[in-house]
């Protein structure tokens, strides 16, 4: 069964407008955990670290600003894409480390920007 | 993580057995090689690692060249439901981070 859960599965928003995306771990504690995006017909790349109980770390270019993160506890990770616009539109994929297992990643969050 | 080279694209008839390769000649001793494959419109699933002895599992073989400088991920009876991007991905043992390449997308066909 899953052991990362990504909600909402899809989300459109208006240009301008704020949007939430969650990353939880199920069943086990995740005090890193790792967002990536994926344009169409494009590979995941990273984005950044979700470090519980501190500061994200962010991949260069990547814009700490616009993609807020914040790891509240030891098994949910949030990312907020602020003001979104239509080139923000993507694929956001969560991972989370569950020790002595391969690397697991969310569903995977569809964000469409009108 | 070691760079990896995958072919772009891959056909393969339904129930044959797909054979994807995969390239890593600068992988270190300690990474291993990680096979992922995503199908459309979902987060990477995991498929199967290995570091230099062939490995199987209920999904898929792995066959690991002496050299370790290439694999190949072997779908025995490939389905429908096995068309997806696959993933080669050379890191160290259960790395909490991944780094993805372009992949080779599967198609499977009647």
């Known amino acids: 069964g899953a052991v990362v859960s990504q909600h909402p599965s899809w989300v459109i928003c208006k240009s301008g407008t704020s949007v939430k995306i969650e990353c939880r771990s199920l069943?086990?504690?995740?005090?890193?955990m790792f967002w990536y995006r994926q344009f169409p017909k494009q590979s995941l790349m990273l984005m950044a670290t979700?470090?519980?109980?501190?500061?994200?770390?962010?991949e260069q270019g990547v814009e700490k600003d616009k993609f807020l993160i914040n790891h509240a506890s030891l098994t949910l990770s949030t990312l907020t894409v602020t003001s979104a616009h239509p080139e923000d539109s993507s694929f956001y994929i969560c991972?989370?480390?569950?020790?002595?297992?391969?690397?697991?990643f969310g569903n995977g969050t569809r964000l469409t920007v009108t | 993580d070691a760079k990896t080279t995958q072919p772009p694209s891959m056909d393969c008839a339904e129930g044959r057995a797909a054979n994807l390769p995969c390239n890593h000649s600068t992988i270190s001793g300690n990474e291993y090689v990680y096979w992922y494959r995503q199908i459309h419109s979902q987060g990477p699933q995991y498929i199967i690692h290995g570091l230099k002895n062939n490995e199987t599992n209920e999904m898929a073989s792995l066959i690991i060249t002496e050299d370790r400088k290439s694999s190949t991920l072997i779908l025995p009876h490939a389905t429908l439901r096995d068309t997806a991007v696959y993933y080669c991905?050379?890191?160290?043992?259960?790395?909490?981070?991944?780094?993805f390449g372009t992949g080779t997308r599967l198609q499977v066909t009647l």
């Open positions: 069943d086990f504690q995740a005090t890193t």
């Open positions: 991972s989370a480390p569950l020790p002595g297992s391969p690397l697991h």
């Open positions: 979700s470090n519980e109980g501190s500061k994200a770390t962010y």
């Open positions: 991905i050379a890191a160290a043992f259960h790395a909490s981070k991944l780094t």
